[in-house]
């Protein structure tokens, strides 16, 4: 069973600053890593989609690395603004179904 | 444009009403995803379909039923809502094939049972 870890939870930085977030999971056959966004009450924004083939994949200020064989990827996000203020999911794609990390949520302070 | 919609967005009802959560998505995906969660926690996937007339009971175990009649549209229903059904409930989709692209999700359904 796939098991999708977050760190930090929470993360709170002056803006300007560059955010790391983490994301660990433990099965390493999986088809692509996909970043979401999720504002308050709100669905979900698809940030990054790393297919299992790549190491990174970029948009914008965002950049996300995959690791595969390790079981690690990392979003960064540069000079971040209080508009990035969220909670990022990380999900794995096993083609059978996405399995959720709980998320790290960012404030980002004016 | 290409989205996933779902209705209504947010909900209150009362104990033992029947519900029937739309979710519609016009960009002709195969695969349909219903995931739930609760405030602060993880999504957890409920039910799922691969094309028409295919549906199939996730990981969490789930009072709820759902059904594919159109390859657009992938309605969940709770025949008798209880409290303990109140949390956020997100549908999603994505083209069939590996990798590529990614799942879209909707913005969610809200509902609260009183």
């Known amino acids: 069973k796939q098991e999708v870890t977050q760190i930090p939870a929470a993360l709170s930085v002056p803006e300007g600053e560059n955010l790391v977030l983490n994301c660990s999971f433990t099965?390493?056959?999986?088809?692509?890593l996909q970043w979401f966004r999720q504002d308050p009450g709100k669905g979900l924004t698809s940030l990054l989609l790393?297919?299992?083939?790549?190491r990174e994949q970029t948009s914008g200020r965002l950049n996300a690395s995959l690791d595969k064989s390790s079981g690690r990827s990392t979003l960064y996000i540069a000079a971040s603004q209080p508009g990035d203020s969220a909670t990022y999911l990380c999900?794995?794609?096993?083609?059978?179904?996405?399995?959720f990390g709980a998320g790290t949520t960012v404030t980002v302070r004016a | 444009e290409a989205d996933i919609y779902q209705t209504p967005r947010y909900l209150v009802i009362g104990t033992g009403k029947k519900i029937t959560l739309e979710c519609s998505q016009t960009m002709g995906h195969d695969k349909m995803y219903w995931y739930q969660q609760d405030p602060g926690m993880e999504l957890h996937l409920i039910h799922y379909s691969y094309g028409v007339n295919s549906t199939e009971k996730g990981d969490l175990s789930s009072e709820s039923t759902v059904s594919r009649i159109r390859t657009e549209h992938f309605p969940l229903t709770l025949e008798s809502a209880r409290p303990s059904h109140t949390s956020q409930y997100l549908c999603?989709?994505?083209?069939?094939?590996?990798?590529?692209?990614?799942?879209?999700f909707g913005s969610g359904t809200r509902l609260t049972v009183v």
């Open positions: 999603a989709s994505r083209p069939s094939g590996t990798g590529g692209v990614g799942y879209t």
């Open positions: 999900a794995v794609n096993d083609d059978y179904k996405l399995s």
């Open positions: 099965d390493s056959a999986i088809y692509n």
């Open positions: 790393i297919q299992s083939s790549q």
